[in-house]
Nanobody, 119 residues
Framework: QGQLVESGGGLVQAGGSTRLFCVAS????????MGWFRQAPGKAREAVVS????????YYQDSAKGRFTISRDNAKNTVHLQMNSLRPEDTAVYFC????????????WGQGIQVTVSS
C-alpha cells in the first residue's frame, strides 16, 4: 500500500511564499501522475496543480498560474509545490494525491496540511 505524507505550509503573510512537500512511500509512484488539491472551509475540494508521471504535462488552475510551481523527483519519490505571491483566498488544507492505473484515478491521498495566508 502506498502512502503520501505532506509537510511545509503553515502561516504566511499575503504576498509571501511557502513550499509544500509530499513524500511517497510504500510503493514507487514514478508511473503515477501527481497533484495538489486544496479544500477551504465550506468549499469543495479542488484541483490546484498536477504533473504527469514523466514531467511532460502539467496542469495549473487559473488562479495558480504564474504563482505556483509543481515539481517532482521520481528518484526520491517526492513532489514539491512552490507557492509565491500568496493571497488570503489561498488559505486551505492542501492535499497531495497520486493518480495511476489505466484510468489514472486519484487513488492515493495524503492527510492534508494547512496553509493559512494572513492579510
Amino acid at each position: 500500500q502506498g502512502q503520501l505524507v505532506e509537510s511545509g505550509g503553515g502561516l504566511v503573510q499575503a504576498g509571501g511564499s511557502t513550499r509544500l512537500f509530499c513524500v511517497a512511500s510504500g510503493r514507487t509512484f514514478s508511473t503515477y501522475n501527481m497533484g495538489w488539491f486544496r479544500q477551504a472551509p465550506g468549499k469543495a475540494r479542488e484541483a490546484v496543480v498536477s504533473i504527469s508521471w514523466n514531467n511532460d504535462i502539467t496542469y495549473y488552475q487559473d488562479s495558480a498560474k504564474g504563482r505556483f510551481t509543481i515539481s517532482r523527483d521520481n528518484a526520491k519519490n517526492t513532489v514539491h509545490l512552490q507557492m509565491n505571491s500568496l493571497r488570503p483566498e489561498d488559505t486551505a488544507v492542501y492535499f497531495c494525491a497520486a493518480a495511476g492505473g489505466p484510468l489514472y484515478l486519484w487513488a492515493y491521498w495524503g492527510q492534508g496540511i494547512q496553509v493559512t495566508v494572513s492579510s
